[in-house]
């Protein structure tokens, strides 16, 4: 049964600390997404990758946040230093762009359970 | 991408059919309407996509207007397991930024005995 593995589930860190989130995508599929949930802003796009090169990663603090893909099978999501308001549950979800003829296609998105992060 | 609105919430008896609401005036030509839906406590899974024409799956129904102006999904036969926020997004299916799915407040669907 294929699915997106993160890790940790959940992480509770003291502010200014690196937090590092991980996700597994599935295999075969060259598109990441991470995503960030708060009852506040609901579900927001934070990075999008293709083929592990980033396509859009406007959502993202830059002076504090940072994602890559060291190989296909692995996708990271660092904060550095964290902060309380960026307690949140962070979604990684893996999807495959088909080419079909001149233009390519993409699929649905399937998601991870979630890392469920508290600063304090 | 369009811009949808669908109502917060919304109640369904369990056995009866749910039909959840979205409007989507805005839609464009090349841009297909998905459905996804969020459990408590999980990610958001994919349930459904179209372009024009209604579309059927194991989950569910998608009836798009004629117009593309507005869909409804269908949960045939709702269960309690069904209880979830129900999202509708719009976007061009294909790859590059135009891609990726952009989340509203979506509607919260209680199925109840």
């Known amino acids: 049964d294929a699915r997106v593995t993160q890790t940790p589930r959940h992480k509770v860190t003291e502010m200014g600390q690196e937090v590092t989130m991980r996700c597994q995508p599935i295999?075969?599929?060259?598109?990441v997404f991470w995503y960030r949930q708060t009852m506040m802003q609901g579900l927001e796009l934070l990075a999008y990758?293709?083929?592990?090169?980033?396509?859009?990663d406007s959502g993202m603090p830059k002076d504090r946040f940072s994602a890559e893909m060291p190989d296909a099978t692995l996708a990271t999501l660092k904060i550095q230093p964290s902060e309380p308001r960026d307690s949140a549950v962070y979604f990684c979800?893996?999807?495959?762009?088909?080419?079909?003829?001149?233009?390519?296609?993409?699929?649905?998105?399937?998601f991870g359970q979630g890392t469920r992060l508290t600063v304090v | 991408d369009a811009k949808t609105t669908q109502p917060p919430s919304m109640d369904c008896a369990e056995g009866r059919a749910a039909n959840l609401p979205c409007n989507h005036s805005t839609i464009s030509g090349n841009e297909y309407v998905y459905w996804y839906r969020q459990i408590h406590s999980q990610g958001p899974q994919y349930i459904i996509h179209?372009?024009?024409n209604n579309e059927t799956n194991e989950m569910a129904s998608l009836i798009i207007t004629e117009d593309r102006k507005s869909s409804t999904l269908i949960l045939p036969h709702a269960t309690l397991r069904d209880t979830a926020v129900y999202y509708c997004?719009?976007?061009?299916?294909?790859?590059?930024?135009?891609?990726?799915?952009?989340f509203g407040t979506g509607t919260r669907l209680q199925v109840t005995l």
């Open positions: 997004i719009v976007r061009v299916a294909t790859t590059g930024t135009a891609s990726k799915l952009t």
């Open positions: 979800a893996s999807g495959l762009a088909l080419k079909s003829g001149a233009r390519a296609r993409m699929g649905e998105a399937f």
């Open positions: 179209g372009l024009k």
């Open positions: 295999l075969g599929h060259n598109t």
């Open positions: 990758f293709r083929n592990r090169a980033p396509l859009d």
